[in-house]
Nanobody, 116 residues
Framework: QVQLVESGGGLVQPGGSLRLSCAASGSIFSFDVMGWYRQAPGKQRELVATVTSGTTNYVDSVKGRFTISRDNAKKTVVLQMNSLKPEDTAVYYC???????????WGKGTLVTVSS
């Protein structure tokens, strides 16, 4: 069983930065996917970024602005968000795709609001 706890959301002005962190407990290996999804009001949940075995993946809308990183020893994943835009406003969910067994886990989410 994997549990995920996010932190770091809040209110920020356009152009500002926020750092989201996720601490995981349970059995997670470097080849398991860790990442972040987000869900804006009235929209479907979308992938923001993932990292596994050193490989990162980003949705086009955040490339060049967001950076994902993980610490396998500490079982943490961090999303550094720079140059934030109002359209980045959403609830951000930490995500783990465990390979063995094949299971998905989600955190409870943290709200990011980008507004002046």
């Amino acid at each position: 069983q994997v549990q995920l706890v996010e932190s770091g959301g809040g209110l920020v002005q356009p152009g500002g930065s926020l750092r989201l962190s996720c601490a995981a407990s349970g059995s997670i290996f470097s080849f398991d996917v860790m990442g972040w999804y987000r869900q804006a009001p009235g929209k479907q949940r979308e992938l923001v970024a993932t990292v596994t075995s050193g490989t990162t993946n980003y949705v086009d809308s955040v490339k060049g602005r967001f950076t994902i990183s993980r610490d396998n020893a500490k079982k943490t994943v961090v999303l550094q968000m720079n140059s934030l835009k109002p359209e980045d406003t959403a609830v951000y969910y930490c995500y783990v795709k465990q390979t063995i067994p094949n299971r998905d886990y989600w955190g409870k989410g943290t709200l990011v609001t980008v507004s002046s």
